[in-house]
C-alpha cells in the first residue's frame, strides 16, 4: 500500500514488551512552560515531552508497563502547578516510517 511520502506501511512494530504507550495532550497556563516541563520531566514514566503549537502546549509520551500505572503518570501531570487540563490517547499499534 503506498503512503506519504517517507513513510512506508507494515506489520506493527512492538513498543517494548508489554509495555503501553500514550500520548498526553496537556492545556497550560500561560507562562508556566518551563515549570510544568520541569515538574513533568521528574514523573515516572514519562518518556519525552515537546512543546508545541496548536490546541494544547505540551505533549508528553508516557511509557508505563499498564492502565494503573497510567492513571497515576496522568494524576501526577495534572497536579502540577499550571497544567489545566490534559487529553489522553493511548497508542494502538506503531508503524515505523523511514527514520526509525
Do not use: C, W
Amino acid at each position: 500500500m503506498a503512503g506519504p511520502v517517507g513513510f512506508s506501511y507494515g506489520p506493527p512494530v512492538q513498543i517494548t514488551g508489554d509495555s503501553l504507550l500514550a500520548f498526553v495532550f496537556i492545556a497550560l497556563v500561560v507562562g508556566t512552560e518551563r515549570d510544568v516541563t520541569e515538574q513533568a520531566s521528574r514523573i515516572e514514566g514519562v518518556k519525552d515531552i515537546y512543546s508545541v503549537t496548536g490546541d494544547v502546549d505540551l505533549i508528553a509520551l508516557i511509557e508505563v508497563p499498564g492502565m494503573e500505572e497510567l492513571n497515576k503518570v496522568i494524576y501526577e501531570l495534572r497536579k502540577a502547578s499550571g497544567v489545566q487540563g490534559t487529553d489522553t490517547h493511548i497508542v494502538l499499534t506503531r508503524t515505523a516510517g523511514r527514520g526509525a
